[in-house]
């Protein structure tokens, strides 16, 4: 150090003592020479002070860190290191920015602000998550992620030390931690067990926790907790160890303290039904839970409580049984508070009443004998080498005995439970390391200490010497890694304070030895202490007090009151009260008592017994143990885990007792942390090297103490080694290690003063520079401005004389004129007076006159008026009484013919003549029915004649076969021609019996009309209210709207579209993530059953059958059309659309329809043939089985007529509802479209229909021609063969005449069928009508029986009654025809559904047609070789053999590269795919399309599986899906996606086959491929942004002004000697570029490119802004102007590349309105007025943030007040701010795949040969 330099001079800073503040700031005044006795001081509020300086009693005081220091991260960063810097560095984080975490070297400081701060939520663990410790800022997430980082890394098991004094928020710490393992090392299996380690909580502090005077929620117990990792690091179980239970407060409470909580959660129960047993009252009423004399905590509801603690036991698996028990043991130890012990009169011996309540109640709950236990209270058992005996207690004793016993029983039941956590928490998998969270009380003082606190001080001097060997520890490894020479440190060492406690002959031996004496009192223990320990420097003895002792402990001097040590060290519990228990009748009270090592004495055990004595029962090995020596035990037990760990420290500071938020107490503050550790730590590091500078950084800061010429050389390490030996002339003060400068305190704070100097030399030599200009500069403008005021001033002076001439001539002009009319106004104004008296004098005596006249009129006026309204009045009245009394009179007479027309209403004759018109409707339904009855007879009977009388012909012409031919040919004309009237008569009942059906479907259809009309009226109603309601809103809206009100409609509208397409995508993300799951579960089982060969299952079948989604199609014919209708109506339309099968049953009954009609073609042509070669021959070769075949024929062709009317007839219905429907949803474009699409099917299906008409007609024709060739042949056959007939008539007859039998015989039974059918059909409906008379009688008989109930009922019930009756037929008929308009709606969907079938059909058969025609013609026509040829011409289709298909997307997917494509036409296999899915399409392969598609799906996924962190390939993939997708739209033939096509690209759209279904699969596998695209990309750059965006220096001048460093406290990060890696803004945007360049050489749409942009873009937004948020070091100015160049070169970058247009740039906002704040001025209300309207993208809470982080780069610069930041926080600003601190990383905008059409053509397309895809043929 230089000579000259002396700390304690002029304007140094430095601390004194303080009794109120413990510390106070002052600077010195006057230069201190050494050996003075005073120092001149001055205070903050300017009070001088002479502060005494001697060597020895009152050395020099603290020096003060410059203000640059002041409220850094790490204490250890200070400067100077000392208790007032720690204090004031704590309070000013702790008030000023509400910063509550603070390093120190290795110990994380946590002060309780006693408020809920939004800093834990899972934003926040996500950001420090895998971050170093050192580069955030302080939290206990980050010692949890230091602790997870180094189990992973090191694989060491870790240990989290958290302690403090009650109410510091050790729980609250510790719980924190928990929640952040339980997130980020969340269990991989079902158990959730990090739900049930959270869940453990609040049974813990139920059982464990009690309010204290110094906090309301004190753990009165420690608790160390191992969570349980595997290899995976992920969470498997836990377990927890417990220490030192507080039994003592089971039986007192001091004041203004209570009990456990679960006492009062039970007290305040008492009152439910499920507590009744336990049978407890208020907790006042109990002496256990009364004495601190305040039962309630203020906002706690215990009852509330309890059931949270009901709902963990649940959780951890304890049955309700074991929890009733475990209410019974703690309402037991109430009751045992409460039983009286009354002594004897000798004062030697006790008893307890009879009749006590309380002891039967503690019996009844733990299921004891009550006498025995009445006995046993009051008397005690001794047993000697002889003889045993029985021995009264005295009241005292006895009550001892009685809190002794209740404190045993708490405690058992705190272990019992305590244990069956642990069960719940315990896995049976292998644990492969573990964090322990150790939740323990820190080091209590109190004005009485007894036994608990001497056990918690012991507790805190072995943590405190394993901390403190742990920090030396530290940092020798420091030292030792650059290569610093170590000289040994000497740091506290508390050994001799822990040998006094625990050695051979301390502390505890002695209490352990006392406690063995019968006859041991505290007192003689006391003196052997005295005794014994005299002579040590850690024991003292009060001078005043014979009982008590101190010991020095590390952190203060504890006087321990002796009363009371051996009676809580002994924990007596007498074994015949402990036998009783052991007797309960209830399992879980006697478990509790057993202990787990009591087993039966072997039998050889009676070989070393005397057999002249008799050998006591051994005692209970856990009772011989003190309760010192079993917590000695556990707290080796616990060190042996934590040195087997590596520990990490946290230390709670409570900062006030008033527990209010945010206040500050020093002297509290201090005496904690001289209790915990953290001075010692200080002490420790300043011992050394405290402050710690990295190279790079030293030279940045103190470059401007370098001249010129020693900057130039480019090695740092020797300038920084050059300048320190020139600036300090001790070189102990420092040294040069591997990578960092090490310093002795204090020499920082002198290279800061050097630099201040440096600057403040500067500034001067600056501002003498600019005052003498400023000064030249007011000069000239001085000078100038005295000559330009003298010239102005002598020529005003000029102009004023000049103006005086003139107004001296001007003023006797004016007095001229002025007297003239001065005189002249006198006389008028004498005039004027005189005239206006005048005429006053008139007017007044006129008025007199006139009011009196006046007065007079109205007099009369008045009188008259009165006397009228008198009159009026009187008249009134009389009228007003005449209409009352006839209105009275009226209205006794209305009631009267009321009370009439009731009684007639409720009458019976009444509904009589209410029924009639139901009556009269019946007697017509049965005439109608009886009239068709008749007629149904009526036709009977004329068939059984007309039946019986062709019988008896038939038997006639059976005896007339030998007749002439002529009387043949007679009778059989005679038979043709009752033949025809027959068939009229049929014809005519057919007729008939359709008119019936007609006037009843017209009944029906005009119901249904009726309805559809009703609803339709009532539809269009609600349509008119809701549009006027609409109106009548808008208008009231439309005043106050202004222009930007449809703007703000379409952000709403984006917004809520953006939502829906969120939450789509987020469940197919979450569907991605099951499929991912099933995957891997599926190849885990695979790998795991493999065996050698292979097996054919249906695991390794084809992809189409595992992983399809969709039903397969079939070619194989399962039914007719009406089970096809069936099936479709089953399937759904849509699946039923894409089943072939469907359509193949249907084109089965349209190939029966064409053989059908081939037949008849068949046997026309036969006809005719028939008829031509018997031209010659007579009429009576015609043969009687072509009359029949005639016959058959015609009735064939009218049921193809009827069919094909039929089918048109619904077909134009169709259309109709279609067209009507249609015309309705005319706002929608895609519903008009596929309308249109469907009417151009239905008229193709008209036109088919047309053609088979025209076919009917022309057999029709065909057969009637042949009939008329017939019958004219006929009279030429009878003339040419007269002859032969002469010869040979008989015969011949006889043959005639059977064939026209067997005629008759076919034409009988067809008329038979019919007429059957006809009477079934009638018979239905009779079966119909007498159901409808039986539902309308039942309905008669109902009424009826209503009629006779309500004429039962009173006037008032019968209203009621009939009210509820017309409510029910109302709803009955409501539902009606809501069933009615729902089996219409179905009938139509189904009308429709077989519509689209037959199209599909129609479609087929044509195709088919055309197949059938081209092959048949084919070897025929030279000319079909020509058209051959024509079709071998490329048409953008590929074809490929079935074998070859796994080939293909093995060559085409599986194994292609993104290079091997690249110079080829972009997204090339997705054209080649869609090209030989048009082949597919072509040829009417129905399985062919879907193994192609489903095996396409299926191949992309297991691609971008195999490659799921390529970001080619994921790009590819999605360029290639994206297009496939296009091409399925593009060629579909819908007329939405084909207005961009060419004529050509129309002709190779898709004829067969609809792949909408498909076309959704694919959209939902593009987003799956665009969400896996941004995972990748997040997680290259990630890394890349917080070294880029915050820490590359882009603008080089900015260097020099970088902040201070500090010391790298992590180790998380494996660092060579050349540091961690850096990545540049350069590295970032070259990043980006090649992301967009790779997607755009892949072909993918520019839109998705943006889209992608813009969410890499909200990453490195949101990243940027959480680190800053969370990190003080970049919160300067130079870091904001640093930090708004990058992001301007981003958006440089989107200029740059045309992506303006994707609003990434958007994204930005709110980092750049961060960077914009820290350059901003930050000082007047003004300022914050700017502040919140520029900072428009960024809440509230992130401004304070932001502002309470910012750091001034040196001391010219000032830090953000607080008033202005409580400005800011109070400001009313209209903001919707999110609770939440940070940004969500993981968000994820909506994703929009917009159409876009290829301009390429498929018949181009070349497919280079290095594919090898040689196999596909071009078509």
């Given at each position: 150090m230089t000579s000259d330099y002396y700390p304690y001079s002029k304007y140094t800073r430095v601390w004194i003592p303080d009794p109120d503040h413990v510390w106070r700031a002052a600077e010195i005044v006057r230069d201190y020479k050494e050996g003075e006795p005073v120092l001149h001081l001055t205070l903050e509020d300017d009070t001088p002070l002479e502060y005494p300086v001697g060597p020895k009693s009152n050395p020099l005081p603290f020096l003060r860190n410059p203000d640059i220091l002041v409220g850094e991260n790490d204490l250890t960063a200070l400067s100077y290191l000392h208790e007032p810097a720690v204090l004031h560095n704590l309070k000013v984080r702790f008030l000023e920015p509400n910063h509550i975490y603070t390093y120190c070297g290795i110990v994380l400081v946590a002060i309780n602000p006693y408020e809920q701060l939004h800093i834990y939520g899972e934003e926040v663990i996500r950001a420090y998550s895998g971050q170093n410790m050192g580069d955030m800022d302080p939290?206990?997430?980050?010692?949890?992620?230091?602790?997870?980082?180094?189990?992973?890394?090191?694989?060491?098991?870790?240990?989290?030390?958290?302690?403090?004094?009650?109410?510091?928020?050790?729980t609250v710490s510790a719980k924190y931690a928990m929640r952040f393992f339980a997130t980020v090392g969340g269990s991989t299996s079902d158990t959730n067990v990090e739900e049930k380690v959270l869940a453990s909580s609040p049974i813990m502090e139920a059982i464990g926790n009690a309010k204290t005077t110094r906090n309301d929620n004190s753990s009165r117990f420690g608790k160390y907790i191992e969570i349980g990792f595997n290899r995976q690091y992920r969470i498997i179980g836990a377990n927890m160890r417990t220490y030192l239970l507080e039994k003592s407060r089971v039986v007192f409470q001091a004041e203004d303290e209570r009990n456990y909580h679960i006492f009062y959660q039970l007290c305040a129960s008492a009152s439910l039904p499920e507590y009744k047993d336990l049978c407890l009252a208020s907790a006042e009423d109990f002496t256990f839970t009364s004495m601190g004399e305040n039962i309630f905590i203020e906002g706690v509801n215990d009852a509330e409580d309890l059931e949270k603690t009901r709902e963990a036991f649940t959780l951890l698996?304890?049955?309700?049984?074991?929890?009733?028990?475990?209410?019974?043991?703690?309402?037991?130890?109430?009751?045992?508070?409460?039983?009286?012990?009354?002594?004897?009169?000798?004062?030697?011996?006790?008893?307890?009443?009879?009749?006590?309540?309380?002891?039967?109640?503690?019996?009844?709950?733990?299921?004891?004998?009550?006498?025995?236990?009445?006995?046993?209270?009051?008397?005690?058992?001794?047993?000697?080498?002889?003889?045993?005996?029985?021995?009264?207690?005295?009241?005292?004793?006895?009550?001892?005995?009685?809190?002794?016993?209740?404190?045993?029983?708490?405690?058992?039941?705190?272990?019992?439970?305590?244990?069956?956590?642990?069960?719940?928490?315990?896995?049976?998998?292998?644990?492969?390391?573990?964090?322990?969270?150790?939740d323990i009380y820190g080091f209590e003082t109190f004005e009485v200490n007894s036994f608990e606190q001497f056990c918690i001080n012991y507790a805190n001097e072995k943590l405190q010497q394993q901390f403190n060997s742990h920090v030396f520890k530290l940092e020798q490894e420091e030292y030792m890694k650059e290569q610093i020479p170590w000289t040994l440190i000497d740091f506290y060492d508390n050994q001799p304070c822990i040998d006094l406690i625990e050695a051979r002959l301390g502390i505890l031996d002695l209490l352990d030895e006392e406690c063995k004496v019968p006859k041991g009192t505290d007192e003689n223990w006391a003196q052997k202490l005295y005794k014994q320990h005299s002579v040590s420097a850690h024991f003292q003895k009060p001078r005043m007090s014979n009982v008590s002792f101190i010991i020095v402990h590390f952190a203060d001097k504890v006087e321990y009151q002796s009363e009371g040590f051996l009676e809580k060290n002994r924990d007596t519990v007498y074994g015949e009260q402990i036998n009783i228990l052991k007797a309960s009748e209830f399992q879980l009270v006697a478990d509790l008592f057993h202990d787990k090592d009591d087993v039966a004495p072997p039998k050889s055990s009676r070989v070393n017994v005397r057999p002249a004595k008799s050998t006591p029962k051994a005692p209970n090995k856990e009772h011989k143990k003190t309760v010192g020596h079993q917590f000695r035990s556990s707290l080796h037990l616990l060190m042996e885990t934590l040195n087997a760990t590596t520990p990490h420290y946290v230390r709670c500071i409570k900062p006030n007792d008033l527990k209010e938020p945010f206040m500050f107490d020093s002297?509290?503050?201090?005496?904690?942390?001289?209790?915990?550790?953290?001075?010692?730590?200080?002490?420790?590091?300043?011992?050394?090297?405290?402050?710690?500078?990295?190279?790079?950084?030293?030279?940045?800061?103190?470059?401007?103490?370098?001249?010129?010429?020693?900057?130039?050389?480019?090695?740092?390490?020797?300038?920084?080694?050059?300048?320190?030996?020139?600036?300090?002339?001790?070189?102990?003060?420092?040294?040069?290690?591997?990578?960092?400068?090490?310093?002795?305190?204090?020499?920082?704070?002198?290279?800061?003063?050097?630099?201040?100097?440096?600057?403040?030399?500067?500034?001067?030599?600056?501002?003498?520079?600019?005052?003498?200009?400023?000064?030249?500069?007011?000069?000239?403008?001085?000078?100038?401005?005295?000559?330009?005021?003298?010239?102005?001033?002598?020529?005003?002076?000029?102009?004023?004389?000049?103006?005086?001439?003139?107004?001296?001539?001007?003023?006797?002009?004016?007095?001229?004129?002025?007297?003239?009319?001065?005189?002249?106004?006198?006389?008028?104004?004498?005039?004027?007076?005189?005239?206006?008296?005048?005429?006053?004098?008139?007017?007044?005596?006129?008025?007199?006159?006139?009011?009196?006249?006046?007065?007079?009129?109205?007099?009369?006026?008045?009188?008259?008026?009165?006397?009228?309204?008198?009159?009026?009045?009187?008249?009134?009245?009389?009228?007003?009484?005449?209409?009352?009394?006839?209105?009275?009179?009226?209205?006794?007479?209305?009631?009267?013919?009321?009370?009439?027309?009731?009684?007639?209403?409720?009458?019976?004759?009444?509904?009589?003549?209410?029924?009639?018109?139901?009556?009269?409707?019946?007697?017509?339904?049965?005439?109608?029915?009886?009239?068709?009855?008749?007629?149904?007879?009526?036709?009977?009977?004329?068939?059984?004649?007309?039946?019986?009388?062709?019988?008896?012909?038939?038997?006639?012409?059976?005896?007339?076969?030998?007749?002439?031919?002529g009387a043949g040919g007679a009778q059989l004309s005679s038979l043709q021609e009752e033949l025809d009237r027959l068939r009229e008569e049929l014809q005519e009942a057919s007729a008939q019996r359709k008119r019936m059906e007609e006037e009843h479907g017209k009944e029906k259809t005009g119901l249904q009309l009726r309805v559809e009309e009703l609803e339709k009226e009532n539809a269009l109603l609600k349509s008119e209210k809701e549009e006027m309601n609409h109106r009548i809103l808008q208008l009231t809206k439309s005043s106050g709207e202004d222009s930007g009100s449809v703007s703000l409609m379409e952000t709403s509208l984006q917004a809520e579209l953006d939502a829906e397409r969120q939450r789509y995508q987020n469940l197919l993300k979450q569907?991605?993530?099951?499929?991912?799951?099933?995957?891997?579960?599926?190849?885990?089982?695979?790998?795991?059953?493999?065996?050698?060969?292979?097996?054919?299952?249906?695991?390794?079948?084809?992809?189409?059958?595992?992983?399809?989604?969709?039903?397969?199609?079939?070619?194989?014919?399962?039914?007719?059309?009406?089970?096809?209708?069936?099936?479709?109506?089953?399937?759904?339309?849509?699946?039923?659309?894409?089943?072939?099968?469907?359509?193949?049953?249907?084109?089965?009954?349209?190939?029966?329809?064409?053989?059908?009609?081939?037949?008849?073609?068949?046997?026309?042509?036969?006809?005719?043939?028939?008829?031509?070669?018997?031209?010659?021959?007579?009429?009576?070769?015609?043969?009687?089985?072509?009359?029949?075949?005639?016959?058959?024929?015609?009735?064939?062709?009218?049921?193809?007529?009827?069919e094909n009317k039929k089918l048109k007839k619904d077909l134009n219905e169709l259309r109709k509802s279609i067209s009507e429907r249609a015309s309705e949803n005319d706002s929608s474009k895609e519903l008009q479209d596929s309308y249109n699409l469907l009417l151009s099917q239905l008229r193709s299906a008209n036109e088919?229909?047309?053609?088979?008409?025209?076919?009917?007609?022309?057999?029709?024709?065909?057969?009637?021609?042949?009939?008329?060739?017939?019958?004219?042949?006929?009279?030429?056959?009878?003339?040419?063969?007269?002859?032969?007939?002469?010869?040979?008539?008989?015969?011949?007859?006889?043959?005639?005449?059977?064939?026209a039998y067997h005629g008759l015989r076919e034409s009988k039974k067809l008329l038979e069928a019919q007429l059957q059918t006809q009477s079934r059909q009638h018979g239905d409906e009779l079966e119909a009508l007498h159901t409808q008379i039986e539902l309308l009688r039942d309905d008669i008989e109902k009424k009826q029986e209503i009629l006779s109930y309500t004429a039962s009922l009173s006037p008032e019930a019968r209203v009621e009654y009939s009210v509820q009756q017309e409510i029910t037929r109302l709803t009955n008929d409501n539902l009606d025809l809501k069933e009615l308009v729902e089996k219409l709606e179905k009938n139509e969907r189904k009308l429709k559904k077989q519509l689209r079938i037959y199209m599909k059909k129609v479609q087929e058969l044509e195709a088919s047609q055309a197949a059938a025609q081209t092959s048949r013609s084919r070897p025929a026509l030279s000319r079909q070789v020509t058209v051959q040829r024509k079709e071998k011409d490329f048409e953008g289709m590929l074809e490929y053999y079935k074998e070859d298909e796994a080939l293909l997307f093995k060559t085409l997917i599986t194994d292609i590269r993104p290079n091997t494509v690249s110079a080829t036409v972009p997204c090339l296999p997705a054209y080649i795919l869609f090209m030989c899915i048009r082949h597919a399409d072509y040829v009417n392969d129905d399985q062919k399309v879907e193994s192609l598609l489903t095996s396409t799906i299926n191949a992309i996924k297991k691609v971008l599986k195999k490659n799921n962190e390529d970001f080619e390939m994921t790009s590819f993939w999605l360029a290639n899906t994206s297009r496939l997708l296009h091409c399925l739209k593009q060629y579909s033939g819908d007329e939405a996606f084909m207005t961009q096509n060419t004529g050509k690209q129309n002709e190779h759209c898709l004829k067969n086959f609809d792949l909408a279904e498909y076309r959704q699969v694919l959209s939902d596998l593009s987003i799956q491929i665009y969400q896996q695209l941004i995972k990748v990309a997040e997680g290259i750059i990630q890394p890349m942004i917080v070294s880029a965006m915050l820490e590359s220096e882009s603008i080089p001048s900015l260097a020099g002004v970088k902040t201070m460093g500090y010391r790298n406290r992590s180790s998380s990060m494996d660092v060579d000697s050349g540091g961690p890696a850096t990545y540049t803004l350069q590295a970032l945007i070259r990043q980006l570029g090649q992301f967009h360049g790779t997607m755009r050489d892949h072909g993918l749409d520019?839109?998705?490119?943006?889209?992608?942009?813009?969410?890499?873009?909200?990453?490195?937004?949101?990243?940027?802004?959480?680190?800053?948020?969370?990190?003080?070091?970049?919160?300067?100015?130079?870091?904001?102007?640093?930090?708004?160049?990058?992001?301007?070169?981003?958006?440089?970058?989107?200029?740059?590349?045309?992506?303006?247009?994707?609003?990434?740039?958007?994204?930005?906002?709110?980092?750049?309105?961060?960077?914009?704040?820290?350059?901003?001025?930050?000082?007047?209300?003004?300022?914050?007025?700017?502040?919140?309207?520029?900072?428009?993208?960024?809440?509230?809470?992130?401004?304070?943030?932001?502002?309470?982080?910012?750091?001034?780069?040196?001391?010219?610069?000032?830090?953000?007040?607080?008033?202005?930041?409580?400005?800011?926080?109070?400001?009313?600003?209209?903001?919707?701010?999110?609770?939440?601190?940070?940004?969500?990383?993981?968000?994820?905008?909506?994703?929009?795949?917009?159409?876009?059409?290829?301009?390429?053509?498929?018949?181009?397309?070349?497919?280079?040969?290095?594919?090898?895809?040689?196999?596909?043929?071009?078509?």
């Open positions: 939290h206990i997430f980050a010692v949890a992620e230091e602790a997870y980082k180094q189990m992973a890394r090191d694989e060491r098991n870790q240990s989290i030390i958290v302690s403090g004094e009650s109410g510091a928020g050790k698996g304890i049955k309700e049984g074991n929890q009733s028990s475990i209410f019974k043991v703690i309402a037991s130890i109430l009751h045992l508070g409460n039983i009286e012990i009354c002594s004897q009169r000798d004062g030697e011996s006790c008893h307890v009443l009879r009749d006590d309540l309380h002891l039967k109640h503690f019996c009844t709950l733990l299921g004891v004998e009550l006498k025995q236990m009445e006995h046993w209270l009051c008397h005690r058992k001794l047993v000697t080498a002889t003889e045993t005996y029985v021995k009264n207690m005295s009241t005292k004793q006895a009550e001892n005995a009685r809190d002794a016993l209740a404190k045993h029983i708490y405690a058992r039941m705190f272990d019992w439970i305590v244990e069956h956590i642990n069960k719940a928490l315990h896995t049976s998998s292998k644990q492969h390391s573990f964090i322990g969270v150790l002297r509290r503050a201090v005496q904690q942390l001289r209790a915990c550790g953290v001075l010692e730590t200080i002490r420790i590091s300043a011992a050394g090297y405290p402050s710690r500078w990295t190279y790079p950084d030293f030279f940045n800061r103190y470059r401007v103490l370098l001249k010129k010429s020693e900057m130039a050389s480019a090695d740092k390490k020797l300038v920084c080694r050059n300048l320190l030996e020139t600036l300090i002339k001790d070189h102990d003060m420092f040294q040069f290690g591997k990578t960092k400068i090490f310093f002795r305190a204090g020499q920082v704070a002198y290279l800061e003063k050097l630099r201040a100097d440096r600057f403040r030399s500067a500034c001067i030599k600056i501002q003498k520079t600019v005052r003498g200009w400023l000064q030249r500069v007011r000069y000239r403008k001085v000078r100038k401005m005295a000559v330009s005021l003298q010239r102005y001033g002598r020529g005003y002076l000029a102009r004023r004389h000049a103006d005086f001439l003139r107004q001296t001539r001007a003023a006797l002009l004016c007095q001229k004129q002025y007297r003239m009319v001065r005189d002249r106004r006198a006389y008028l104004r004498v005039r004027r007076a005189v005239v206006t008296i005048q005429a006053f004098t008139r007017g007044m005596f006129t008025r007199r006159i006139y009011q009196e006249f006046m007065l007079h009129h109205k007099a009369m006026l008045i009188q008259k008026v009165v006397r009228g309204w008198l009159q009026r009045r009187r008249f009134r009245r009389a009228r007003d009484a005449a209409i009352t009394i006839q209105c009275l009179f009226r209205r006794v007479r209305a009631r009267r013919r009321l009370k009439q027309l009731k009684v007639e209403a409720r009458s019976a004759e009444r509904l009589k003549s209410l029924n009639s018109g139901m009556e009269n409707k019946i007697v017509q339904l049965q005439r109608k029915m009886d009239d068709q009855s008749k007629e149904l007879r009526t036709h009977n009977e004329q068939l059984l004649q007309v039946n019986n009388k062709l019988q008896k012909q038939l038997e006639e012409v059976q005896s007339r076969q030998g007749g002439a031919g569907k991605t993530t099951v499929e991912q799951r099933y995957d891997n579960l599926k190849e885990e089982l695979s790998m795991s059953k493999f065996q050698p060969g292979h097996r054919r299952n249906p695991s390794n079948q084809s992809s189409l059958e595992s992983d399809s989604n969709y039903t397969s199609i079939s070619t194989s014919e399962l039914g007719d059309t009406e089970d096809s209708i069936q099936l479709v109506e089953e399937m759904g339309l849509e699946k039923a659309a894409m089943d072939i099968s469907l359509f193949m049953k249907l084109q089965k009954r349209v190939r029966e329809l064409e053989q059908e009609r081939r037949r008849l073609q068949v046997n026309l042509d036969k006809m005719e043939e028939l008829a031509r070669s018997r031209g010659s021959e007579s009429r009576s070769s015609t043969s009687e089985q072509e009359t029949a075949d005639l016959a058959y024929n015609n009735l064939k062709r009218q049921e193809l007529e009827s088919e229909l047309d053609g088979r008409k025209e076919e009917v007609l022309i057999l029709r024709t065909q057969i009637v021609s042949a009939a008329h060739i017939r019958e004219n042949n006929q009279p030429i056959q009878q003339s040419s063969e007269a002859p032969e007939v002469s010869e040979d008539k008989e015969p011949l007859d006889s043959e005639e005449a059977l064939k520019p839109e998705i490119v943006g889209q992608v942009v813009r969410q890499l873009f909200h990453c490195v937004n949101a990243v940027t802004l959480n680190n800053l948020l969370l990190r003080k070091d970049v919160c300067s100015w130079s870091n904001g102007m640093q930090l708004r160049y990058n992001t301007s070169q981003m958006e440089e970058w989107l200029r740059a590349n045309n992506l303006s247009h994707s609003k990434a740039a958007e994204t930005l906002e709110p980092i750049i309105q961060a960077a914009q704040l820290l350059q901003v001025k930050k000082k007047t209300t003004q300022d914050a007025e700017a502040i919140c309207s520029l900072c428009s993208a960024l809440s509230t809470q992130q401004i304070v943030k932001i502002l309470n982080l910012y750091t001034p780069l040196n001391e010219f610069e000032e830090r953000v007040s607080v008033s202005f930041i409580r400005s800011i926080q109070t400001r009313p600003q209209q903001r919707h701010d999110p609770p939440q601190l940070l940004m969500d990383t993981k968000h994820m905008f909506p994703v929009l795949f917009p159409y876009t059409p290829s301009a390429l053509s498929l018949e181009t397309l070349h497919i280079p040969a290095s594919l090898g895809l040689d196999f596909l043929i071009r078509v």
